[in-house]
Nanobody, 124 residues
Framework: QVQLVESGGGKVMAGGSLTLICTASTVTPLTYDMGWFRQAPGKEREFVGAIAWRAGVTTYADSVKGRFIISRDTTKMTMRLQMNSLKPEDTATYYC?????????????????WGQGTQVTVSS
């Protein structure tokens, strides 16, 4: 069982930066892969990026590659999403997710645990 809490959302001008933090709470040491998804109004929830918890290897959606950076702190059980060069189309609710299968998937239906989400708004 994993509980996830996101923080750090807010409003920013296009071209600016924001950092989101996901904090995981587990009874046992965290071994799940963790990822970020986002959902804009009227759209499907989409994969943003993820990190393999043990190896630290990251995967990104093409839409954010080169602009977003995911990192993790294994002692604090936190995952960070550094978002740079933000665009209005990045506006969405961002969700943290955890997956115990050991294979990162772009399909949100395969992720086991979810946070409540945090809003990111980018104005032009």
């Amino acid at each position: 069982q994993v509980q996830l809490v996101e923080s750090g959302g807010g409003k920013v001008m296009a071209g600016g930066s924001l950092t989101l933090i996901c904090t995981a709470s587990t009874v046992t040491p965290l071994t799940y892969d963790m990822g970020w998804f986002r959902q804009a109004p009227g759209k499907e929830r989409e994969f943003v990026g993820a990190i393999a918890w043990r190896a630290g290897v990251t995967t990104y959606a093409d839409s954010v590659k080169g602009r977003f950076i995911i990192s993790r702190d294994t002692t604090k059980m936190t995952m960070r999403l550094q978002m740079n060069s933000l665009k209005p189309e990045d506006t969405a609710t961002y969700y943290c997710a955890a997956d115990q299968r050991g294979t990162i998937s772009f399909d949100q239906r395969l992720w086991n645990y979810w946070g409540q989400g945090t809003q990111v708004t980018v104005s032009s």
